[in-house]
Each structure stands twice: as structure tokens, then as C-alpha cells.
Nanobody, 115 residues
Framework: QVHFVESGGDLVQPGGSLRLSCAAS????????VGWYRRAPGSERGVVAT???????LYVEPVKGRFTISRDNTKNTVDLQMNNLKYEDTGVYYC?????????WGKGTQVTVSS
């Protein structure tokens, strides 16, 4: 089954940008809809953005216009471009299928927005 490895998290000031990347282990990756999820401090993990097998993207309201999800099926990657970051974007970011499968959660990548 597919496995995901997230990278790109960092400490960034409010208003800054980061690009997260998710690498999938299988060439059948193109058959999966994929999402980026976030676990904010003290909160449950929740979806941030999703992208279908055909490249159709959806976002939760707080990140619309700031985040962009994209996928490259030739490289088995899904990226999340995050601009104009806000304090509330802080958290551990994960990628998984959409809908997520419990056995596929990776370690995630930490994003901290702080001045």
C-alpha cells in the first residue's frame, strides 16, 4: 500500500511562505485523491486541502486564497504552497488519501508561525 513522507515544515514569521511536499511510495499514486491535514496545538487533526485524481482542488475556508495544493503524478508528489501565513496555521501537517486512511498517517512536518 502507499506510504507518504512529508517535508518542508519550518519556523516562519507571520506573512511568510512555506512549501510543503509529500512524497508517495507507489507508482499507483495517481489513482488516489490526496489531502493535506493539520493537527493544530490542542486540536484534532483536520483537513486543510484536497486534490482529486484529476487535479480538482478544495480548501477549507480559512486558507482559501493563501494555500495552493498541487500534484505531480510523474514524481508521485503532492505539494502545499502556503502564503501569507498566520499564527493559526501553526501545527503538524500530514498528507494522506482523501478520505484519510488510518494506517497511512506518517510523521508529518511541523509548521510554526511565530514572530
Amino acid at each position: 500500500q502507499v506510504h507518504f513522507v512529508e517535508s518542508g515544515g519550518d519556523l516562519v514569521q507571520p506573512g511568510g511562505s512555506l512549501r510543503l511536499s509529500c512524497a508517495a511510495s507507489e507508482t499507483s499514486f495517481s489513482a488516489y485523491a490526496v489531502g493535506w491535514y493539520r493537527r493544530a496545538p490542542g486540536s484534532e487533526r483536520g483537513v486543510v486541502a484536497t486534490i482529486s485524481t484529476h487535479g480538482n482542488d478544495l480548501y477549507v475556508e480559512p486558507v482559501k486564497g493563501r494555500f495552493t495544493i498541487s500534484r505531480d503524478n510523474t514524481k508521485n508528489t503532492v505539494d502545499l504552497q502556503m502564503n501569507n501565513l498566520k499564527y493559526e496555521d501553526t501545527g503538524v501537517y500530514y498528507c494522506n488519501t482523501d478520505p484519510p486512511r488510518g494506517t497511512l498517517w506518517g510523521k508529518g512536518t511541523q509548521v510554526t508561525v511565530s514572530s
